[in-house]
Each structure stands twice: as C-alpha cells, then as structure tokens.
C-alpha cells in the first residue's frame, strides 16, 4: 500500500512570503503549532514551528534587556521587529517529507521518527497531501473494522 492512498488531500501550508504575524494568526485558529512552508509552485521550501520561533524569541528578546531595560519590554520590541517579517526568516529548511509513491512501511519509520505533526506527502516536487499520526490509526482502525464486518 502506498501513501496516496492513505494521505490527508488537504494541505496545510503557508507561503513563504507570509508575515510572521499572519502564520501566528493562521496557527491559532488551526490550532496546530507548526505549519508546512511552500514556494509559489506548491514545493516545500520549509517548516514553521511556533515553539522554535518561540525560543528564537526569547533568545533575542534576552539578547536587547541592556537596551530596553527589562524583559517584557525586550520581548514585546522584538515582537513587533519579527512580526513584520517574512516567515521564510524563521522557518526550518532541514524538515522531513514523503513521496506520494513511497510505501506505508516507509511512512511508518518516518513517523516513528520525527517531530512533525503533519508530513508533506510530496509529488513530482510538489505537495500533494499531508499523513499525520492520527490518520495513520484512523486507516488501520476502519481497515479492522471492515474485516469484522466481513467476518
């Protein structure tokens, strides 16, 4: 069995000219914490993941204190700087993907192996779904189900 077969057809993507601000947004109500990034073509070009963005945040935030005087006013300053910025600046180009021919078996160490919620399913470059783990046990759960149910 491939992973077309069992893939989620809809992709959850951002561009990768999108404002830091709109992805945050865009998280929030899909509340997820990570987002697949793509080119203007559909390709992967990266992953966004809001705890990462969060640390790198922090980081720079502890980085201004001299300047600004205290914490909360060095993160609400880099806050406002990074908010204005691309996502393309933040997200992570070292992420993992599938290809839609490539078989459960693959996708299974893959899942057992990596942080990502949702994976680009990728085809002829472009992506064309998403595997979770959730969907994963959904398709062997109704599987099971059919074989009882033909029993």
Not at 54 to 78: C, D, H, V, Y
Not at 111 to 116: D, F, G, R
């Amino acid at each position: 069995m491939l992973v077309e077969e069992i893939m989620l057809p809809e992709v959850v993507a951002v561009s990768e000219f999108d404002l830091v601000a709109d992805v945050v947004g865009f998280l929030s109500r899909r509340k997820i914490a990570e987002v697949l990034v793509v080119d203007l073509e559909q390709r992967p070009v990266g992953y966004f993941s809001a705890s990462l963005f969060f640390r790198q945040l922090i980081e720079s935030a502890q980085k201004e204190i001299a300047i600004a005087g205290n914490f909360m006013t060095a993160i609400r300053e880099k806050i406002k700087e990074f908010s204005s910025q691309e996502i393309s600046e933040f997200m992570n180009t070292d992420f993992d993907y599938l290809e839609a021919d490539e078989d459960l078996e693959e996708a299974l160490d893959l899942l057992l192996n990596t942080s990502l919620e949702l994976i680009p399913v990728v085809r002829g470059g472009k992506v064309v779904g998403m595997i979770s783990h959730t969907r994963f046990l959904q398709y062997f759960i109704e599987k099971m189900r059919e074989v009882r149910k033909n029993e």
